[in-house]
């Protein structure tokens, strides 16, 4: 299977797409691809498909296996995730369900996905209709939407019954680990550039002894573990192009027993930040408070039972630790040779930790004022 859906393969990489796409139960025939390269990881297309005159779109994905090492597993939790979802939405009686969770499409003969010639995994989304994400919130109105849409996939997944969903990718916000690893291509060195790093190198290994601080809490039982989606990034929650109502939280791949500590941290990140992950002008990148009021108000909305006082107060914390874990892993990813995240030129992954760094250190200036906005909304 070609890769590219532009240049001179496009048209061989369509046809084979096509006939990929046919095996999935889907009515009608494909008539348009286009590549959708919002993500960081899987290599996404949107197709449309045409059935007596209706047309319907679909999202077909190939799987990253150097990132989600086994997809079987990996499509079995997120078959479970769905179907558990759907059925708490059903009972809370929402209208159109299936615009408020992601709808699996299966194969025809029955499988949650494909495994083509060359041993690639693909999987089949029906596409949504009249939604749009922000990759920067405008607004702290709209923060408190997409905060409170991500306190609800949390709320709705508390009573998930077991068996414990498999972890998908292993010690995913374990920040000791993503130290590790980064020690680990400092010393290899393996694209010659530590020194163009150094200055960030620097910047994480300052901050090194925070890494620690959920893992031992976790350790002593203080902080809980829930299901978590784990990579709750702005762009990941879809709202309605009309209502503007964050109608349905998207990628489920990390959706997994972790700390909501962390899901809230991945939003202050990435909706507190008053630009978006690739901005290189970092002194347009700081977290704006009544943002992250609109955050803590919306995601506390739905999921206030589920923190103690402890976890409560951790809450501005997880912003700075979630940044300077992305941070870290863009900076080790930058080292290696850019082998995880998808990079559009060299410096990408390089400027992406500079921009995470510019927010931990936004954080730690604005700290006690973020832990005054905590202790306002708990009163
Ligand atoms: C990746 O899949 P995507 O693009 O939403 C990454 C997240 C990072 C994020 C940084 C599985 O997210 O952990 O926070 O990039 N996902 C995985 O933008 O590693
Ligand atoms: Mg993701």
Known sequence: MPKDATGSGAADFAAEL??????FDIAGRPIEVASVTAGHIHDTYLVTYADSGRRSRYIHQRINQHVFRDPPRLMEN???????????????QYPDISRRVLNLVHTRDGRPYLRD?????????????????????????????????????????????????????????????RY??????????ACSRVTTAQKEIDFAGERMALAHTFVELQAQGALRQRIAHNDTKITNV????????????????????????????????TAGSASSEDERELERVYVRLPVFEALAHGYLAETAPLFNEQELNLLPFAGKLVSLE????????????????????????????RN?????????KQEPALQAIIARLCQ
């Open 18 to 23: 096509y006939a990929l796409g046919r095996q």
């Open 356 to 364: 995470q760094f510019a927010l931990v250190r936004s954080i730690e």
């Open 117 to 177: 010639e060359e041993g690639a995994y693909w999987r089949t989304w029906l596409y949504i209709e009249g939604v749009r994400s922000y990759a920067i919130v405008h607004s702290p109105a709209l923060a408190r939407r997409a905060a409170r849409a991500f306190g609800h996939f949390v709320r709705l997944l508390a009573d998930f019954p077991g068996p414990r969903l498999h972890e998908t990718i292993a010690d995913f916000h374990n920040t000791p680990r």
């Open 238 to 269: 879809l709202f309605d192009t009309v209502s503007d109502e964050a109608l349905c939280v998207i990628d489920l791949d990390t959706v997994m027993p972790g700390l909501l500590l962390h899901d809230f941290g991945d939003l202050v990140r």
């Open 326 to 353: 992305t941070g870290v892993r863009f900076l080790t990813d930058y080292l290696e040779g850019d082998t995880y995240f998808r990079t559009a030129h060299k410096q990408h992954n390089l400027e992406r930790a």
């Open 180 to 189: 590790e690893r980064l020690r680990q291509a400092i010393d290899a060195d």
């Open 78 to 92: 997120i078959e479970r995730v769905v179907r558990h979802l759907c059925a708490k939405l059903q009972s809370e």
